[in-house]
């Protein structure tokens, strides 16, 4: 599925034309949720005597704002989407890393302050997810934390996209999380229309629940056609409360 999007983006002109695969999902930049994600997800982490791991960067849509750590993983399943990233991506302290889908070669023990993973865990089942959440769990300092977004089922917005997305919700994924050894710090099943966010860590500090970010959806009058991936979806008419 991610090669063929990769090809199906080359062919359109899409990377041509903006410059980095991926931001015809949404540029967070110009998304009000997805905005959100990456001011109270991500910059707050950014720290440049901090090493992180982003996982599944494709064609670094979210790794343009975390190339300020000190040390940063791109770990990746496909080589090619590695090698996309490289055309755009290339620093001394970014390393990129092909692993099997659940693992994080080379990295040490308890090494990593932070962990990143946007549109990648939407699509992995839920044994895959509770692989990697031990893998996680492994490399994270007991300080670190991991943000994941994962396909949230009790949304519209994943049940459109039919077996495109996993069969996650919050409810499958909070028992998991905690089996695997990790805490829930906070989570947000509200900011995004297809998806929930956790962020975890080791077992340390205290849970907080985010009901929402400051944008809530309220209305959504059309949603355009879904494709294999409901990141695509298009929603217009999007009415935010502050
Ligand atoms: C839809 S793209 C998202 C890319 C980027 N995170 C974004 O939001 O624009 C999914 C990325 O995850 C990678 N991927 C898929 N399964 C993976 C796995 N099990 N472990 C690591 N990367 C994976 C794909 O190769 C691709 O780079």
Not at 30 to 46: C, G, S
Not at 56 to 65: E, Q
Not at 130 to 155: M, N, P
């Amino acid at each position: 599925m991610h090669l063929g999007m990769l090809q199906t983006s080359r062919a359109d002109g899409q990377i041509e034309r903006d410059g980095i695969y991926g931001l015809h999902w949404g540029n967070p930049q110009e998304n009000p949720a997805l905005r959100w994600v990456r001011d109270h997800y991500l910059l707050p982490y950014v720290d440049p005597r901090h090493s992180a791991i982003e996982i599944g960067p494709g064609g670094g849509r979210w790794t343009r704002y975390m190339l300020g750590f000190g040390q940063l993983y791109g770990i990746d399943y496909h080589q090619e989407l590695l090698d996309e990233l490289a055309r755009s991506f290339r620093a001394p302290h970014l390393r990129l890393i092909k692993n099997n889908g659940t693992d994080f070669p080379g990295i040490a023990d308890k090494s990593i302050d932070f962990l990143f993973s946007f549109g990648v865990f939407v699509h992995l089942n839920i044994d895959i997810m509770e692989s990697y959440l031990g893998s996680i769990r492994r490399v994270l300092k007991s300080t670190g934390c991991a943000v994941v977004q994962y396909s949230d089922k009790t949304k519209e917005g994943a049940r459109s996209a039919g077996d495109g997305f996993a069969n996650t919700t919050p409810e499958l994924v909070r028992p998991i999380v905690i089996r695997c050894g990790n805490r829930i710090l906070e989570e947000d099943t509200t900011t995004l229309w297809h998806s929930s966010i956790i962020r975890t860590s080791r077992p340390s500090l205290a849970y907080t629940r985010t009901e929402s970010g400051p944008y809530s959806l309220v209305s959504i009058s059309s949603i355009g056609k879904a494709c294999d991936m409901a990141e695509r979806i298009t929603i217009t008419n999007r009415t935010y409360l502050r």
